[in-house]
């Protein structure tokens, strides 16, 4: 299930990916429509789950932050187990699943006593081979992952299972919004579930 964005979509995007405090009223006047215009189109990109938030960047050079590339080998059937232990440790600022059971990882710290910890933690891991580390000298470019070209589609997640849906999807209009499942098995489980708490709450 393929959405083309179209030009007043990525207009919005790049206003709030210059200024993600900006208001709605102000984003419409900058790119030409009406505030309840860039109003729904912001809630509608919130609900497919492309707008995932906003936040505050911050500097972790000037918090006195280390920064080091851990890259993690891992078992091949064993990769989901691994990223699963690691993905809620604080120190993991960003987690990547690569194509060659390697997990790369992008940890900022404070204490060496705990960083060294945690790399030592990791060769108790039965399910990883190898761990290797580079510490971060230089930042000279760090931008979001996201790249808003004119190409860009969007790709929506499956409201009940959270895979991407490649193709038509089944979407279903409750309560006057639409969500998008991958199938009529998630449509249905899902439905099930939403009038499930819809009656409890």
């Given at each position: ?6 030009d007043v ?26 505030t309840?215009?860039v109003?729904?189109r ?57 194509s ?93 579930k ?8």
């Amino acid at each position: 299930m393929n959405h083309n964005l179209d030009d007043v979509d990525r207009k919005i995007l790049r206003e709030l990916q210059t200024d993600g405090r900006a208001s709605f009223r102000d984003i419409s006047s900058r790119i030409g429509v009406s505030t309840p215009t860039v109003s729904a189109r912001v809630q509608a990109m919130t609900d497919m789950g492309l707008i995932r938030g906003y936040t505050t960047v911050l500097d972790a050079d000037l918090l006195g932050q280390v920064s080091v590339v851990v890259t993690v080998e891992a078992k091949p059937s064993e990769v989901e187990r691994v990223y699963s232990r690691l993905v809620g440790e604080d120190m993991v600022r960003q987690l990547y699943v690569l194509s060659d059971s390697r997990l790369l990882l992008m940890v900022s710290y404070y204490n060496p006593i705990k960083y060294k910890q945690f790399i030592e933690s990791l060769s108790q891991i039965p399910e990883i081979r190898s761990v290797s580390t580079s510490m971060v000298l230089k930042t000279p470019k760090e931008i979001q992952r996201a790249a808003l070209t004119d190409e860009a589609g969007l790709l929506i997640r499956c409201y009940y299972c959270g895979h991407l849906i490649h193709d038509e999807g089944v979407k279903l209009k409750i309560d006057g919004k639409y969500h998008y499942m991958c199938c009529d098995v998630c449509a249905k489980l899902y439905k099930e579930k939403y009038d499930k708490l819809k009656k409890s709450a």
